[in-house]
């Protein structure tokens, strides 16, 4: 799948016809052989999955409803209608509505306003109304991609205002528990840090999602550049020494590139 979307599920041209003199030859560059040898797809057995039809009596639909809601719950923790404006049909607000109510009564979830700022009703998971409210002594630090289903990114709540950036694949944040410390746009060519320098949480943790663009397995990027932190040049910013901690930082006149430390 990652090849495929690499490749736009063509596989690339790997030679041209080059006449010489009175005959032509297929010339095939080596680098040419080597892209369309990795765009290949992988060897395996393939058939169609045909699908069952969907029951159409209540009693089964209700319970189709109750296991999508499930499937919801387990993704997000909590549902509300923001939330569910970019799923399918079948997993919106509209749809889901009447069987929330009901598995609200039955005591499996359960209606009320857990977080400010959401208009409306909101429906939340034991396991996630109990993960809630027990409290931790180090908040754990994580990262997502703005496009995660579990981004608010792009859903417009008021609350949020705008501290969050575009909806878009090369924008990452990251979070130590319900607070947000750093956004990346652009893959990492905009920083904005919302801890101090000298914040330990910045070294290792803070800035795990460089060092998974440049170690990933697939497709890891050759070098990062950072053009402004916190909207200030990259190369006068007070945060320099983090990331000369981690990384091998070339500094060049408006910019900065980080490089994967070998040693």
């Known amino acids: 799948m990652r090849q495929g979307l690499a490749t736009g599920f063509k596989p690339p041209q790997i030679g041209e016809t080059r006449r010489t003199g009175m005959k032509s030859r297929l010339s095939t560059p080596r680098g040419a ?97 109990s993960l809630l409210q027990h409290e931790t002594d180090r908040p754990p630090i994580y990262w997502i991609n703005a496009t995660d289903p579990a981004s608010l990114c792009g859903l417009g709540l008021k609350a949020l205002g705008n501290t969050l950036p575009p909806r878009i694949e090369s924008n990452l944040l990251v979070y130590r528990g319900d607070e ?45 550049t950072i053009e402004t932190i916190n909207d200030h040049s990259a190369v006068e910013s007070p945060y320099l020494p983090v990331f000369m901690d981690g990384f091998d930082v070339v500094r060049e006149p408006r910019s900065m590139t980080l490089y994967r430390r070998m040693t």
């Open 180 to 224: 947000l410390i750093v956004i990346s746009r652009r893959r990492g060519r905009h920083i904005q840090f919302n801890l101090p320098p000298d914040d330990s949480d910045l070294v290792g943790a803070g800035l795990g999602f460089l060092h998974h663009l440049l170690h990933r397995a697939f497709q890891p990027l050759r070098h990062i």
């Open 33 to 129: 052989y080597s892209r369309w040898k990795a765009a290949r797809p992988q060897a395996g057995n393939w058939f169609k999955i045909t699908f069952p039809e969907l029951p159409d009596d209540a009693l089964s639909q209700h319970g189709l409803q109750r296991d999508r809601i499930r499937l919801l719950l387990n993704r997000y923790g909590i549902l509300f209608r923001e939330l569910l404006l970019r799923e399918l049909p079948m997993f919106r607000w509209a749809t889901l509505i009447r069987t929330l109510r009901i598995m609200d009564l039955s005591g499996e979830i359960y209606s009320g306003c857990f977080f400010d700022g959401i208009t409306g009703l909101q429906f939340i998971a034991p396991e996630m109304l």
